[in-house]
């Protein structure tokens, strides 16, 4: 193995760009003759658009376009879609309202995109954009996801009765009421899952390009999948034929799921350019994004979990409503499903599940995928109630999981999924003894005499990753197949650059990548480069979501390699004049096994392509490409436990300890992984203690800026304790899971797990910030 191949603890190369500040994003971006765009947005939750008047924008210095939704229809630019099919119960398909670009009729939530504004500036654009005129009836609003089903609440789409998208049902409702006929003890719980906003760090921006004498369109955009960009913006929303439009997301500032979506922005800049003959570039503002980023979580959920008297889980039943906003966003539909039902099983062997989901319209911000997509939502249901039916039985948190593990694999749960290896017991086992879990009473015992309320939860979470295969998700109604593709090129003087449909937006692909590479080839670090995030330089790819990554473009990565593998050593073995079998790579060249006659790796390249010693009939050059489709999810799991201290005179809560066990599977950089996890348990505390969205009852959003909205900062987290177990994954070619999501699936019911447990309380709501403690430990006293 070499010292910077698979399992080595490598700084990440792509870090110097960063840290110098020399990365190159969307806004650093510049084309002749650039212009500036601002949009003017609905001030208000719901209304009719009765006039819009541009005439003084239009006069005003700088302008060169002012435009609008009914221009946008007339040149045929289509609506936005939700890409995966879901049908209810009933077999009728889900209510998918009309989402035009540039809303033209209606406006159905505070942010809804209405006017595009195309000026020599920034300023001078904005100052336009606040001089359109628009003439609204206000309608009525309804943002509560339960009230919109009521008799008498808003219709917000003519398609959806009642705002209902859709009723779904997984699992078997019979076996289900069965098994709680015979249930010993039935532990109900109402759970809600806070809405989040995503906050990444770059906020979303378009510039958009139409060449008139190529007549062809560029995009440069902060996508996480530029590929299905261009599918879709030509597919469906007829921007232009794909053949003509070339997407590029160069470095990307975080994503988190917040930006594998088409929005309308990249839409009407594109459409814009053309219109106005200049190239069309928009920034998002922090408030922008706050109102417009595809928000993430709003469940509202009752289950209920039966058990024998042995406390065996006998059955499950969740019902769910899930608040999808004003809009269906391109994956809204898989979240509250597919992405979320199918792991109600949580690490349990659990006979009997059936789930019942509701999909609801709200004047709110459309709701997606954000980091977990629908996992963190049902471990925190899962997690919840194991360790409140502890607390009721008076049992060990602990034992009563390890009761219930799966401990047989492969393992088929009755809500889809085929769990393929776990241990789920050496992850449990590591936490406990990291966190010195026996140890635990003398603490709370010494909190107490500090008047401080110690509590310790933990949180055992399962997650489904690296979505797949494309035949099974296809036949689930997902509208794309969820392969990968890679593209291995050996240069003539052996350097090798690696084209791969994964985009990376601070996952480190450009380090873990390459590691593979000198892993199978002892070449450098340095002379491997990774290419991404360009449609005309990678072929097609489905991008990076689903902490897919490593599990499905690193496999793809690899099927490459064994091509170029595979004729690298017909060449040496021709150069050598030996036998192709005997031909072993070490570092950096091509030797025959148990000799000392070799070819170093760039002779071989460069033999490659002068091609005048090639074997007979090969073709010269050294490239090689590969599509993986896997053949089931990856799933990763482990065991989070989460200690604090609670002041009960303020309500504040101070982590003292959170202890985070893995399993992942193989690993290609430790390091790398770590960060994953530190970064996926910040935001999942963040979830837990500080952030929520709130709309007030006319559809306002009243937390659009971080005076209101609270972020978790480095004084609100501890020095996290990780460590990861192994059980590969017998899926891929690596044998590895997925790290990227884990930590913001696993934290958040394992910190009001804890906090409960201090204040001996069983309800709280998310986040749990120090009033609400106050006040939940107010009516405990009582």
Avoid at 20 to 26: D, E, I, K, L
Avoid at 194 to 209: D, F, K, S, T, Y
Avoid at 333 to 359: D, E, M, R, W
Avoid at 621 to 628: R, V
Wanted: with cysteine; net charge negative; aromatic share 8%.
């Amino acid at each position: 193995m070499g010292i910077e191949g698979v399992g080595a603890r490598v700084a990440r190369k792509e870090d110097k760009r960063f840290i110098t500040g020399a990365g190159r994003y969307v806004d650093d971006m510049v084309v002749p003759g650039m212009k500036h765009a601002a949009f003017v947005r609905s001030p208000h939750a719901h209304a009719q658009i009765k006039k819009i008047d541009v005439k003084k924008a239009q006069g005003m210095p700088g302008v060169i376009g002012v435009l609008t939704g009914k221009e946008l229809k007339a040149d045929g630019i289509g609506n936005l879609i939700c890409g995966w099919m879901i049908h209810s119960k009933d077999g009728s398909p889900m209510k998918m309202g009309a989402w035009s670009p540039l809303a033209f009729d209606r406006v159905r939530y505070v942010g809804d995109a209405v006017v595009i504004v195309v000026a020599e500036t920034k300023g001078q654009a904005r100052d336009a954009a606040e001089a359109v005129e628009i003439t609204y009836k206000e309608l009525k609003a309804v943002v509560d996801a339960s009230k919109a089903m009521d008799k008498g609440a808003p219709q917000i789409h003519p398609e959806a009765d009642n705002n209902l998208i859709f009723d779904w049902d997984i699992g078997n409702a019979d076996d289900t009421a069965a098994a709680f006929k015979t249930a010993a003890h039935v532990v109900k719980m109402d759970i809600v899952n806070n809405r989040l906003v995503p906050n990444a760090m770059e906020p979303r921006a378009a510039l958009g390009h139409y060449d008139k004498a190529e007549d062809h369109y560029t995009c440069w955009t902060t996508s996480q999948n530029p590929h299905v960009a261009r599918l879709v913006m030509s597919a469906f929303y007829n921007v232009a034929p794909e053949n003509k439009l070339r997407v590029i997301a160069p470095d990307v500032g975080g994503g988190f799921g917040s930006k594998i979506y088409i929005y309308p922005e990249e839409i009407v800049c594109l459409w814009a350019s053309k219109k106005t003959g200049v190239p069309v570039k928009w920034v998002a503002d922090r408030t922008e994004s706050f109102l417009t980023d595809a928000h993430g979580r709003d469940h509202h959920t009752h289950a209920e979990m039966a058990f024998d008297k042995d406390h065996r889980i006998l059955g499950l039943k969740v019902e769910t409503k899930a608040n999808l906003g004003a809009y269906m966003s391109l994956f809204s539909s898989a979240t509250p499903t597919y992405l979320y039902a199918t792991l109600l099983s949580g690490q349990y062997n659990i006979p009997a599940i059936h789930a019942n989901v509701k999909a609801i319209y709200t004047n709110t911000a459309p709701v997606d995928a954000y980091r977990g997509a629908g996992r963190p939502e049902a471990t925190f249901v899962m997690e919840r109630m194991m360790e409140t039916a502890a607390r009721q039985f008076g049992v060990s948190p602990a034992e009563l999981r390890r009761k219930n593990f799966v401990t047989a694999f492969p393992h088929q749960t009755p809500v889809i999924m085929c769990y393929d290896a776990g241990d789920y017991a050496a992850s449990l086992d590591a936490a406990m003894k990291a966190s010195d879990y026996a140890g635990f009473a003398k603490r709370k015992a010494a909190a107490a005499k500090k008047g401080l309320l110690r509590g310790i939860g933990m949180s055992c979470y399962i997650e489904a990753c690296g979505i797949a295969p494309s035949a099974a998700v296809g036949s689930l109604g997902a509208g794309v197949g969820l392969w990968e593709s890679a593209e291995v090129r050996v240069n003539a003087v052996g350097t090798i650059e690696v084209l791969t449909g994964s985009h990376s937006h601070g996952q480190g692909h450009e380090t873990t990548f390459a590691q593979l590479v000198n892993e199978r080839f002892g070449v450098p670090l340095d002379s491997v480069s990774i290419v991404h995030g360009d449609t005309d330089k990678v072929q097609m790819g489905m991008g990076t979501y689903g902490s897919r990554s490593g599990a499905v473009g690193m496999s793809a990565i690899v099927k490459a390699l064994d091509k170029v593998e595979a004729k690298a050593k017909k060449i040496a073995a021709h150069l050598l004049e030996a036998d192709e079998g005997d031909i072993v790579i070490e570092n950096g060249a091509l030797k025959v096994a148990g000799t000392d006659k070799n070819v170093p790796w760039f002779q071989m390249a460069l033999a490659a392509y002068t091609a005048h010693n090639l074997p007979g009939g090969m073709e010269p050059g050294l490239k090689e490409t590969a599509f993986y489709d896997p053949s089931n999810f990856t799933f990763p799991a482990g065991c989070y436990i989460c200690e604090v201290e609670v002041d009960p005179e303020t309500g504040v809560t101070e982590i003292i300890q959170f202890v985070a066990a893995d399993d992942f599977g193989n690993i290609i950089n430790p390091m790398i992984v770590e960060g994953q996890v530190h970064g996926g348990l910040a935001q999942g505390i963040g979830q837990a203690l500080l952030e929520g969205a709130h709309y007030d009852n006319s559809g306002q959003l009243l937390t659009a800026s971080y005076m209101d909205y609270t972020m978790p900062r480095a004084g609100d987290l501890p020095s996290f304790k990780v460590s990861t177990s192994n059980t590969p994954c017998p899926g891929n070619p690596l044998g590895i899971k997925g790290c990227g999501e884990a930590g913001a699936i696993g934290s958040p019911p394992a910190v009001i797990n804890a906090i409960t447990d201090a204040i001996g309380s069983n309800d709280l709501a998310m986040p749990a910030s120090p009033s609400t403690v106050w006040v939940a430990i107010r009516a405990t006293k009582h």
